[in-house]
Nanobody, 119 residues
Framework: QVQLVESGGGLVQPGGSLRLSCAAS????????MGWYRQAPGKQRELVAA???????NYADSVKGRFTISRDNAKNTVYLQMNSLKSEDTAVYYC?????????????WGQGTQVTVSS
């Protein structure tokens, strides 16, 4: 079972940037598709960015052009660079192993990292 620890969240002003990190345990991490998800208060958790084992990426329309997902398999880490942040990006952000056939996260959820965009 892969364990995931998210970090890098915080309070940032609109237009600012943050870089989230997700450290994963386990030597087979590099074979997994991974996703960054977020859950805002009163809303369902949603997938915002995903990366395959080969490095192909895709994004939710709401973050396209502003967020970049990447991975470093040597460090067992997935990153989410978030630029031009908006108040609607405020949420708890989680990483997880992503299903090959859907947007679902299929591993155990970590504690997440809070991102708050506010002036």
């Amino acid at each position: 079972q892969v364990q995931l620890v998210e970090s890098g969240g915080g309070l940032v002003q609109p237009g600012g940037s943050l870089r989230l990190s997700c450290a994963a345990s386990g030597s087979i991490f590099r074979f997994y598709a991974m996703g960054w998800y977020r859950q805002a208060p009163g809303k369902q958790r949603e997938l915002v960015a995903a990366i395959t084992s080969g490095g192909s990426t895709n994004y939710a329309d709401s973050v396209k052009g502003r967020f970049t997902i990447s991975r470093d398999n040597a460090k067992n880490t997935v990153y989410l660079q978030m630029n031009s942040l908006k108040s609607e990006d405020t949420a708890v952000y989680y990483c997880n192993r992503k299903s090959q056939n859907s947007e679902a996260g299929i591993g155990s959820w970590g504690q997440g990292t809070q991102v708050t965009v506010s002036s």
